[in-house]
């Protein structure tokens, strides 16, 4: 357990429908990472938050945004919903040492339908 | 671009039989190496960091190695239990110094051990 939760679990929704994933990262690291990883692309980068501030994005899409509340946890939010966004979304998190040795959640499975 | 690659995709061994995982990048300045086992369906479990070159780290059947273009998992008498797909990744540094934290994954190598 590397003290990174997701929810939900699992996600069926519709094409054009919007979802919003949940993220509490490890009991004081500040920074939060979202990656997307499908069966063709691997895992890729595509947001990341540091004690509430974004800091850094990879090839996150327009109908995709992200945000860190004050008690750190984060949320993912989904819209538009294509076929091609289903997809494992993890959420890893980290201290923001240099070594950024980084932890991730069990993950959300989303599938479009 | 910065890149990782590594190979094979998949390999099969039989218990006991020792192998090794490689991991090749392109960057263009490399702030740290990590390897992550990830079980089907589960988040990646973080493994190991590598800094520079001739570093090595060691874990039960693990060892992972650092040189300046690759690093290398030896999977020493593997177990059916050590059946994961193993990634690589990196924390580029970026033009100007510093990191943006991200990492760079590879798309990993498929281990099956079978008794």
């Known amino acids: 357990d590397s003290g990174v939760t997701q929810t939900p679990k699992h996600l069926i929704t519709a094409t054009g429908q919007r979802v919003t994933l949940r993220c509490s990262p490890r009991?004081?690291?500040?920074?939060v990472y979202w990656y997307q990883q499908s069966l063709d692309q691997g895992l890729q980068f595509l947001i990341q938050?540091?004690?509430?501030?974004?800091?850094a994005k990879g090839n996150i899409l327009e109908r995709f945004s992200a945000q860190q509340f004050p008690d750190l946890h984060s949320e993912l939010n989904l819209s538009s919903l294509e076929l091609g966004d289903s997809a494992l979304y993890f959420c890893?998190?980290?201290?923001?040492?240099?070594?950024?040795?980084?932890?991730f959640g069990p993950g959300t499975r989303l599938t479009v339908l | 671009e910065d890149q990782v690659t590594q190979s094979p995709e998949a390999l099969r061994l039989q218990e006991g039989e020792s192998s090794s995982l490689n991991c090749s990048y392109t960057?263009?300045?490399?702030?740290?190496l990590f390897w992550y086992r990830q079980d089907p369906g589960k988040g990646p479990e973080f493994l190991f960091t590598?800094?520079?070159a001739g570093e090595e780290k060691e874990k039960e059947r693990l060892k992972a190695t650092l040189t300046k273009k690759e690093s290398f998992l030896h999977i020493t008498a593997p177990k059916p239990e050590d059946s994961a797909t193993y990634l690589c990744?990196?924390?580029?540094?970026?033009?100007?110094?510093?990191?943006?934290?991200?990492?760079?994954f590879g798309k990993g190598t498929k281990l099956s051990v079978k008794p």
């Open positions: 890893a998190s980290s201290v923001d040492r240099p070594n950024n040795e980084q932890f």
């Open positions: 960057v263009s300045g490399l702030r740290g």
């Open positions: 590598l800094y520079s």
């Open positions: 990744a990196v924390s580029p540094t970026l033009l100007y110094g510093g990191s943006q934290g991200n990492l760079i």
């Open positions: 009991s004081g690291d500040l920074s």
């Open positions: 938050y540091y004690n509430g501030e974004e800091r």
